[in-house]
């Protein structure tokens, strides 16, 4: 973790926290960038997901508060239990919140929602944690 | 038409300096009728000392006060300046971009590791073949 000046530790823990409670409810794992992205947002999105571990089974939230563009992306599996429906309402409860000026509560609310959202049965065989 | 305006401006004229005469003349009359407290009489057992000099009516009337000023400010100042640039939603962002929730040692797709370290070029074959095309998502504005 990079020890950011911009938002507080204690907003940075808020986000960790949400982070944390949305993989638990969902099994997927959830990775927030914050900040410019290196051309287009959509694409940096993708390359993001596309250089985690386990991109299939993950989600990556750009936030660009310069350009005011918010980015979801999900990867093969995860977008079969966190569909784009959800995300949809995902970033509309993260831009109400951004355009209040509350970055890291937004944040914060829109990860905890999408791990609500991608909450499925568990099937033990199949989600290894 | 011109006439006019002309009577008009010079009515507001008027105004005005009756005004300022008024404001002037109150003034004067106050101190002129405090002037005797302002007299120097010298009373019974009395010690005025020395008079100050001008380095010493500097050092009081404008060090000091400009000195407070400063410390003031630094004190106000002070907890915001330990703490650094923080995000103002009208103003953008002023930092390093923050990741959440990766591998400690994720490369960003700029080509910089999370540290900041050595610039790294993407693979092309990452960009290519990219798994997450299949996937969703969403994007907004705000």
Same mark, same amino acid.
């Given at each position: $973790?990079?020890?950011?000046?911009? +938002?507080?530790? &204690?907003?940075?823990?808020?986000?960790? /926290?949400?982070?944390?409670?949305?993989?638990?409810?969902?099994?997927? %794992?959830?990775?927030?960038?914050?900040?410019?992205?290196?051309?287009?947002?959509? #694409?940096?999105?993708?390359?993001?997901? #596309?250089?985690?571990?386990?991109?299939?089974? %993950?989600?990556?939230?750009?936030?660009?508060?310069?350009? &005011?563009?918010?980015?979801?992306?999900?990867? *093969?599996?995860?977008? *079969?239990?966190?569909?784009? &429906?959800?995300?949809?309402?995902?970033?509309?409860? $993260?831009?109400?919140?951004?355009?209040?000026?509350?970055?890291?509560?937004?944040?914060?609310?829109?990860?905890?929602?999408?791990?609500?959202?991608?909450? =499925?049965? /568990?099937?033990? =065989?199949?989600?290894?944690? | 038409?011109?006439?006019? *305006?002309?009577?008009?401006?010079?009515?507001?004229?008027? &105004?005005?300096?009756?005004?300022?005469?008024?404001?002037?003349?109150?003034?004067?009359?106050?101190?002129?009728?405090?002037?005797?407290?302002? #007299?120097? =009489?010298?009373?019974?057992?009395?010690?005025?000392?020395?008079?100050?000099?001008?380095?010493?009516?500097?050092?009081?009337?404008?060090?000091?006060?400009?000195?407070?000023? +400063?410390?003031?400010?630094?004190?106000?100042? #002070?907890?915001?300046?330990?703490?650094?640039?923080?995000?103002?939603?009208?103003?953008?962002?002023?930092?390093?971009?923050?990741?959440?929730?990766?591998?400690?040692?994720?490369?960003?797709?700029?080509?910089?590791?999370? !540290?900041?370290? *050595?610039?790294?070029?993407?693979?092309?074959?990452? %960009?290519? %073949?990219?798994?997450?095309?299949?996937?969703?998502?969403? !994007?907004?504005?705000?």
């Amino acid at each position: $973790m990079l020890d950011g000046e911009v +938002l507080t530790p &204690r907003q940075q823990d808020e986000i960790n /926290r949400a982070i944390d409670i949305a993989q638990r409810e969902s099994g997927l %794992s959830f990775t927030v960038y914050v900040g410019p992205p290196t051309g287009d947002p959509r #694409a940096f999105a993708r390359k993001l997901l #596309a250089a985690l571990p386990d991109p299939e089974q %993950s989600a990556v939230v750009v936030v660009d508060p310069t350009q &005011r563009r918010l980015e979801i992306v999900t990867g *093969r599996v995860a977008a *079969r239990n966190l569909d784009d &429906r959800a995300c949809m309402l995902a970033t509309a409860s $993260m831009t109400s919140a951004f355009a209040a000026g509350d970055l890291s509560g937004g944040i914060a609310s829109g990860i905890v929602l999408l791990g609500e959202q991608a909450r =499925h049965p /568990r099937s033990l =065989h199949l989600d290894n944690p | 038409m011109v006439g006019d *305006r002309v009577d008009y401006r010079s009515a507001v004229t008027i &105004r005005t300096v009756l005004r300022a005469a008024a404001v002037t003349g109150a003034t004067f009359g106050v101190v002129l009728l405090g002037s005797p407290a302002f #007299a120097a =009489h010298r009373d019974d057992g009395d010690d005025p000392g020395k008079g100050l000099s001008a380095l010493e009516t500097l050092l009081i009337f404008g060090v000091i006060p400009v000195a407070l000023f +400063l410390l003031i400010a630094l004190l106000v100042s #002070a907890p915001s300046i330990a703490r650094g640039p923080r995000y103002r939603a009208d103003r953008g962002w002023q930092g390093p971009p923050l990741v959440f929730g990766a591998p400690r040692d994720l490369q960003l797709p700029s080509g910089s590791t999370m !540290s900041g370290g *050595r610039a790294i070029e993407a693979a092309p074959g990452d %960009s290519t %073949s990219e798994p997450a095309s299949e996937g969703g998502g969403a !994007s907004a504005r705000w």
